[in-house]
């Protein structure tokens, strides 16, 4: 075989050997550097996005633009190009960048090449995400690989089918994540399950992928057999957190601890004379331990026949899953899952493509390619690979590899906000695997289905997918998404108003994830711990929840999970009277350009800022955001945020003196409200708008008809914080009109929570004012001032009884 090599001016750069020359000097370059350059150079017929680029070397979106320009900056200078005079690397402006230099090419032999395609390092799956700038890469050439892999012809790929690890996929949250957090062993309690441990690799370098790809295999391997065993991206993250953490005791301890597991298997590999040697450690929970050994002439087959002979010493019989599939292919395989359980997707893409076309074109392979496309985020690349597999993989033929393929169309239906079609797609790959012993697989399609369920609004639907997943997910051990079920029951309880149920949920999955290391995880579990306790007024609770992050907040690379952390930490602020922090933040969020195309969260974001800027009394300011708000939230999921930001509209209207454009939009809200006739957590503030509006025009009789239906929606919802909402313009309107006896019993609803509440509190204050209490008055008051931060307390100045001023 061979591969290109490309020449300009005095330059010479060799992908596959990863070098770059200047004549007869071999420049050293950081590999994302040299990345970023080859990527550039091979793609030199069109321009190259910046997220393109950024995903194709960094495996992820969420790099900074200050880490991306230094990158380019050094390549620029690596081969005599400069920002001024782009000679080479030409900037396309709000767009990416492009190859523009001419250059030769030339077929170099791969036997030539003095460096085989690079594979993560051995310590690449404990390594933190926090980007910071690269060391420059030694020159020094790696030593000889022992073994190159062996690509089989056509004829013997035909037909091969290998099961792929488990897919981790983002749904409700996102399964996988690249950071990790402070943490101390949590024990789970024990199982029958297995746990397998990445391999010790006594080889050159480039064989350091048999690390996690042994580890895979082995429990794979494990797996088929029947034997429960933790999945390996579980055990990737334990091992991480241990490693990293300052945990106490020995990374496989930690481990085990945290995956419940009773044996532990400790594989070790190394490359001996001409053989290859596979030891396989079994360490059971009595502290006996017991050790397997083989030898063959390849890794993949001798870690397999020593899978096989573990197998029998537990009393199972292997089972003859792969024996017909090529060496090469299963290699592939390997060597490409190692590169994704250390997130390595760039290494992992390149792998596949220096594999023969047959190889390539195997459906197992471009199901892997798939993944990998779909987690370095080139959504298009991976929907166009796996239709193109479904159209060829029947449900007769290969029924598993069918569903994985199913499996993750529907996360990119879900992604791209098309739940409607995600999910029929899930419930296929739920009937191909559900009697098939494929829990792991069986359970993430039940979850996927639960998130599209939930952005349709079928709640019930969903909260039994969400149960069933669970069942599947215990039964494969999988300690990890076993978390992500509850994060994701406690996201579904915040969606239907239960914030008191979603809350100990949350609480046990922000739990699981701190002890995993899983942050972006335990990001979005704590933003809807944030959201639950707002919900239920307990806005000192939702700020301590929020610091709780706060030492870990910089370290989160996905833009989406900071910016919903952030707005709903601005909401907390906000609540307990930390207008300047809150304004500040939002100020921040509003002003970052990864968020402007993140869903509905620009919306949201408009619609806080609204509230704030009505409260200070810029309604002008406020109708803008809020308008802005309503525009860009239209979908289900986003109902609630939407119909407060009208309200917030509604209100900045009529305080603004345009009536007639508060009526206007009174009643486009009404129609929309309309269509959502079965959501009172809508139809409230549709009301309230309605009978704030009439109360304007001085139709009193119409206004108290709205506000009673208001509040009935909102004892329906029974959501505190909304109701407070109701209440508070509801119970002003009774003071204001005397009507004491039915502002005692609707302000009564609320007073429960005067005490943590701030407008809970003066609302309970002006009662006891019109109904000259005073002791009750003046109580109330205090409660006002130590709950209202910076918020300017209504006649906090005067000291006069409330008798006197309300005679």
């Not at 001419?102 to 460096?115: C, H, I, N, P």
């Not at 002439?297 to 009393?315: F, K, M, Y």
């Amino acid at each position: 075989m061979s591969h290109p090599v490309y020449l300009f001016g005095e330059y010479r750069v060799d992908p596959l050997a990863r070098e770059l020359h200047r004549g007869s000097e071999l420049l050293a370059l950081s590999p994302k550097v040299f990345d970023c350059l080859v990527y550039l150079i091979e793609h030199r017929d069109r321009a190259v996005g910046r997220d393109e680029l950024i995903a194709a070397v960094w495996g992820k979106l969420d790099v900074s633009d200050t880490l991306l320009g230094q990158t380019l900056l050094k390549a620029r200078r690596a081969v005599g190009d400069d920002g001024n005079e782009q000679n080479a690397i030409r900037t396309i402006p709000r767009f990416g960048y492009r190859w523009i230099r001419e250059l030769e090419t030339e077929r170099v032999s791969d036997a030539d090449a003095r460096e085989a395609v690079p594979t993560p390092a051995v310590a690449a799956p404990v390594a933190l995400a926090m980007e910071a700038p690269e060391p420059v890469a030694a020159a020094t050439p790696p030593t000889p690989a022992p073994q190159r892999p062996r690509w089989l012809v056509p004829a013997a790929i035909a037909g091969a089918a290998v099961v792929i690890a488990a897919l981790a996929l983002p749904w409700l949250l996102p399964p996988r994540e690249h950071d990790t957090v402070p943490t101390t062993s949590a024990p789970v309690a024990p199982t029958d399950a297995l746990v397998v441990l990445p391999a010790t690799v006594e080889s050159s370098e480039e064989w350091a992928w048999l690390r996690l790809g042994l580890m895979d295999l082995i429990a794979s391997r494990l797996r088929q057999a029947g034997q429960v065993v933790a999945p390996s991206d579980n055990v990737v993250a334990a091992w991480r957190t241990a490693s990293t953490s300052g945990a106490r005791g020995d990374p496989a301890t930690v481990v085990r601890s945290l995956t419940g597991a009773r044996q532990v298997i400790v594989p070790q590999v190394a490359h001996v004379a001409d053989n290859w040697l596979v030891q396989i450690e079994l360490r059971e929970d009595d502290g006996r331990r017991r050790t397997i050994e083989t030898r063959g002439s390849d890794p993949i087959e001798t870690a397999r026949n020593a899978s096989d002979q573990l197998l029998v010493l537990l009393g199972k019989s292997p089972v003859s899953t792969h024996d017909d599939v090529p060496v090469s292919v299963a290699e592939l395989l390997q060597r490409t899952e190692a590169s994704l359980l250390g997130d390595d997707f760039a290494t992992a893409r390149r792998l596949i493509e220096a594999a023969p076309a047959a190889v390539r074109a195997t459906p197992t392979i471009r199901v892997r390619l798939a993944q990998i496309d779909y987690r370095s985020g080139r959504l298009d690349a991976a929907r166009g690979t796996l239709e193109q597999v479904l159209a060829t993989v029947s449900a007769e033929t290969d029924p598993v590899l069918r569903a994985q393929a199913l499996h993750m169309l529907g996360a990119l239906a879900v992604r791209e906000d098309r739940s409607a079609d995600a999910v029929p797609i899930f419930e296929e790959a739920i009937r191909l695997t559900e009697s098939r012993h494929e829990p792991v697989v069986v359970g993430q399609a039940y979850t996927g289905l639960a998130a599209a369920l939930v952005n349709l609004g079928r709640f019930d639907e969903a909260a039994n997918a969400l149960a069933r997943a669970r069942i599947a997910l215990t039964l494969a051990n999988d300690t990890l998404s076993l978390a992500r079920v509850d994060a994701n029951e406690g996201i579904l309880n915040n969606n239907r108003g239960r914030h008191a149920e979603a809350l100990p949920v949350l609480q046990r999955a922000a739990d699981r994830f701190r002890h995993f290391g899983a942050l972006n995880d335990l990001a979005l579990t704590v933003t809807a711990q944030i959201k639950a306790q707002l919900a239920l007024l307990d806005a000192p609770g939702a700020v301590a929840t929020s610091e709780s992050l706060l030492p870990q907040r910089a370290q989160l690379v996905n833009a989406r999970t900071r910016g919903n952390f952030d707005l709903q930490r601005a909401r907390a602020l906000a609540a307990v009277g930390r207008l300047t922090d809150a304004r500040v933040l939002l100020d921040e969020l509003r002003r970052d350009p990864s968020l402007a195309d993140q869903a509905e969260l620009p919306g949201s974001i408009a619609a806080e800022s609204a509230r704030l800027q009505l409260a200070a009394g810029d309604a002008a300011q406020a109708a803008e955001s809020a308008r802005r708000a309503v525009a860009a939230l239209p979908t289900t999921d986003e109902a609630h945020v939407r119909a407060q930001a009208w309200l917030t509209l509604v209100r900045a209207l009529l305080a603004t003196g345009r009536a007639s454009d508060a009526l206007v939009e009174c009643a486009q809200f009404q129609r929309w409200t309309k269509e959502h006739d079965d959501m009172p957590s809508i139809s409230q503030f549709a009301r309230l708008a309605d009978a704030e509006l009439a109360r304007a025009a001085q139709r009193r009789d119409d206004a108290y008809r709205s506000y009673a239906a208001a509040f009935a929606d909102a004892e329906r919802w029974a959501v505190p914080r909304d109701l407070a909402v109701v209440v508070s313009s509801y119970g002003a309107s009774l003071i204001a009109d005397r009507e004491l006896d039915r502002a005692s019993e609707v302000v009564g609803r609320v007073a429960r929570w005067a005490e943590q509440d701030y407008d809970c509190a003066l609302l309970q204050a002006r009662l006891y004012e019109a109904l000259h209490q005073t002791d009750a008055w003046r109580a109330a008051l205090a409660r006002v001032r130590a709950l209202a931060g910076e918020r300017a307390v209504p006649n906090a100045g005067d000291a006069t009884e409330p008798a006197t001023r309300s005679g």
